[in-house]
């Protein structure tokens, strides 16, 4: 999964507040036909109409500033419960969750990791894994998303 744009983000942030969601991230995938992701929350969760009308918005926006070139697909969504964190304040709001990482390059000979996020130190990024930390630079990080609890997440309408 690529990182987070920057410069989408720039672009979709504001359309995305206005319509008072939270752009948790953006991420464009290349190919063929690309593929576009723009996760959303808010305090209360997000619907499928949060979606469309996000969609909407963004769609209208895409077209007239033409930012991505060729064709692709624009998927809004939530983060989930294995939500994707992108910047720094992901990983300080998050910090005392268990967290997987891929990294961009090998460390100690492996590019995945999970454990526990302790959270920024130096503007690095420190996960507790096993009995060590793992420290690592921001750029350093190909994918992060949280490790989902289900035991602390109840199916809606379960009993």
Do not use: N, T
């Not at 991420?27 to 305090?43: A, N």
């Not at 697909?73 to 997987?100: I, K, N, T, W, Y």
């Not at 100690?108 to 526990?116: I, L, P």
């Amino acid at each position: 999964m690529p990182r987070e744009s920057a410069e989408l983000r720039k672009l979709l942030e504001p359309a995305v507040s206005a319509l008072g969601f939270e752009l948790v991230g953006v991420e464009f995938v290349s190919g063929r036909r690309g593929l576009l992701r723009v996760y959303i929350d808010s305090e209360d969760g997000i619907s499928i109409d949060d979606c469309q009308a996000v969609s909407h918005q963004v769609s209208g926006l895409l077209d007239v500033e033409d930012p991505i070139p060729g064709q692709y697909s624009l998927e809004v969504s939530s983060p989930g419960l294995d939500r994707p964190l992108f910047r720094a304040a992901d990983f300080e709001r998050f910090a005392g969750h268990e967290v997987r990482l891929r990294l961009v390059a090998p460390v100690e000979g492996r590019r995945k990791f999970r454990g526990v996020l302790v959270g920024l130190r130096d503007g690095r990024v420190v996960v507790q894994v096993e009995e060590q930390e793992l420290v690592v630079a921001l750029e350093e990080i190909d994918e992060a998303r949280l490790v989902p609890d289900y035991d602390s997440h109840r199916l809606e309408g379960a009993q």
